[in-house]
């Protein structure tokens, strides 16, 4: 059994490394395992961030090699879920000191992540892109652009892209200091558009922080959330980056932090969860091993 904050849970599927790959296997599944009626109708969406994978040895609380396992962790929960898609939310790989080395590390890790789920969405964040390049990380795991949305059911999605320093240039080939993120000007005129031309119930997924001033925030995150209030469309933001379960409710926007699934040895140490949206926009997070559990109705803090 698998430890889901508050709850025990069972499994629909098995998911294990062979070989080095992540392999899913089908299993039986216990009527007393199945979601209720309607926690079924939801919206289900699989969230983990701050994989930092990497072929080398721990370096502090990191432990670069354990993310496979806790990654299939992961998959085998996301498997008997089904959710409609997947997002990593930055920092899916580590550091590297070549491009070559840096684009094993993604090769390596985009390998397990790409059997989770057909639909999957990542954010760059600062360790993405640090020795490659905002197009070789997106050519490495087939997405096409760092920011941009989506619409599921009732829903809008909105991926942000904050590796961009003060000057407006992109964050690669080590040209930044990571305590300086920013959304440019484009990008946030893009985000006001994108948000006015919607008429559902949105959420946004991003890797720094649009909740805090300090060296994990966006350091223009003020204009951020005054274009995400001026909307009055977003439901949530979930972000990674300061590697800590956090969560402030601004404005009557919900910013979740989620906690690193790099931190600590062995799957004690793992972290990811299960997003139920419902219709009424209601949102319920499902905490794995380290991450917290939220649920939040429209208009309630």
């Not at 926690?39 to 699989?46: A, F, P, Q, R, Y």
């Not at 964050?171 to 006001?192: C, H, S, V």
């Not at 005054?226 to 933001?237: N, W």
Request: charged share 25%; hydrophobic share 35%; aromatic share 10%.
């Amino acid at each position: 059994m698998r430890k889901e904050t508050g709850t025990t849970v069972g499994w629909g599927r098995r998911a294990f490394l062979k070989d080095g790959a992540l392999v899913l296997a089908a299993t039986a599944v216990s009527p007393a395992s199945l979601l209720n009626a309607e926690e079924k109708s939801d919206l289900k969406v699989g969230l983990i961030t701050d994989l930092h994978y990497a072929d080398k040895a721990p370096s502090g609380t990191r432990h670069y090699r354990a993310t496979p396992a806790k990654l299939a962790e992961a998959a085998e929960e996301f498997g008997r879920q089904k959710p409609s898609f997947v997002v990593e939310l930055g920092d899916f790989i580590d550091a590297a000191d070549s491009v070559k080395a840096e684009l094993g590390y993604l090769k390596r890790i985009n390998r397990d992540f790409s059997t989770i789920c057909k639909n999957r969405h990542h954010v760059l964040g600062n360790h993405c892109v640090y020795t490659l390049r905002k197009q070789e990380f997106l050519e490495g795991v087939g997405q096409k652009k760092s920011y941009y949305s989506f619409d599921v059911g009732r829903f809008h999605f909105v991926v942000l892209d904050s590796c961009f320093r003060s000057d407006g240039v992109p964050y690669g080939r080590k040209n930044f200091e990571w305590t300086d993120p920013n959304i440019p000007a484009a990008e946030l005129d893009w985000l006001r558009a994108d948000l006015k031309a919607t008429s559902k119930q949105t959420v946004v997924f991003a890797h720094q922080r649009l909740d805090v001033s300090t060296h994990y925030g966006v350091k223009n995150g003020v204009a951020v959330r005054k274009v995400l209030e001026a909307s009055k469309k977003v439901l949530a933001v979930f972000q990674g980056h300061s590697h800590v379960n956090d969560h402030k409710d601004i404005a009557g926007i919900h910013y979740c932090t989620l906690v690193a699934m790099i931190e600590g040895p062995g799957p004690e140490n793992n972290g990811y969860s299960l997003m139920s949206l419902a219709d009424d926009g209601t949102i319920r997070i499902k905490g794995f091993r380290k991450q917290s559990p939220y649920q939040w109705r429209p208009g309630v803090g």
